[in-house]
């Protein structure tokens, strides 16, 4: 099984529509969990941290959720320029420099 | 600014050619990562580094290898016995977390290698 898991898409949407993205991890000893954004042949750019609390960013909100194992990503009227790849990253505290990436989901924006 | 310094950006190398990327970070990051990304998948670990002069292999350190002289600096070497090199090959580094959420991957912007 792998450590961590996302439906590689694409979704597409229309300008303005909210999106939601799901990443599920394995191993429950996992400490610290991120959203990276990956454009085309660029490399991955953090977009924001994951707290227990949940957290928020402008049109961007993140959740955890520790008793399923999974964290969240949903995007608020998405603009064109979200068009991306979205990377899910979770590291663990036994191994708190090693992280896992998920492969990724693909985001298409359309007008 | 700091940052993370990938070079060379393109790189092309002969079948049975050794060839190392270089990845220079001035963040003061104790712990540094070599990753390969291939079309359409997600990012696999080479090799890490948690500190000057050690090193551990990651899930695919086949044909690789890497040396940790100075905490700015992580060369990767693609020697010969990597039967599969061509891919985009991305360098990180990273602090220590002190707490959630803190000190997630800073990536220098990758070198392309391309075997001909």
């Known amino acids: 099984r792998k450590e961590v898991e996302q439906d590689p898409g694409p979704f597409n949407v229309p300008e303005g529509a909210t999106v939601a993205f799901n990443c599920t991890y394995s191993n429950s000893a996992s400490q610290s969990f991120f959203w990276y954004r990956q454009d085309c042949r660029k490399e991955p750019k953090l977009l924001m941290s994951v707290y227990s609390s949940g957290n928020e960013d402008g049109r961007f909100t993140a959740q955890l959720n520790r008793a399923s194992q999974y964290i969240s990503l949903l995007i608020r009227d998405s603009k064109l320029s979200d068009s991306a790849t979205y990377l899910c990253?979770?590291?663990?505290?036994?191994?708190?420099?090693?992280?896992?990436f998920g492969s990724g989901t693909k985001l298409n924006v359309k007008p | 600014d700091g940052g993370i310094t990938q070079s060379p950006k393109y790189l092309f190398r002969k079948e049975g050619q050794n060839v190392t990327l270089s990845c220079e970070q001035n963040?003061?990051?104790?712990?540094m990562y070599w990753y390969r990304q291939d079309p359409g998948q997600g990012l696999r670990l080479i090799y890490y580094s948690q500190i000057v002069n050690d090193f551990q292999k990651g899930d695919i350190a086949e044909g690789y290898s890497v040396s940790r002289e100075k905490k700015e600096s992580f060369p990767l070497t693609v020697t010969s016995a990597q039967k599969n090199p061509t891919a985009f090959y991305l360098c990180?580094?990273?602090?220590?977390?002190?707490?959630?959420?803190?000190?997630?991957?800073?990536f220098g912007s990758g070198t392309r290698l391309t075997v001909v």
């Open positions: 963040l003061n990051h104790d712990a």
């Open positions: 990253v979770v590291n663990s505290m036994y191994n708190f420099n090693k992280f896992y």
């Open positions: 990180a580094s990273s602090g220590m977390f002190s707490r959630e959420g803190d000190y997630g991957y800073t």
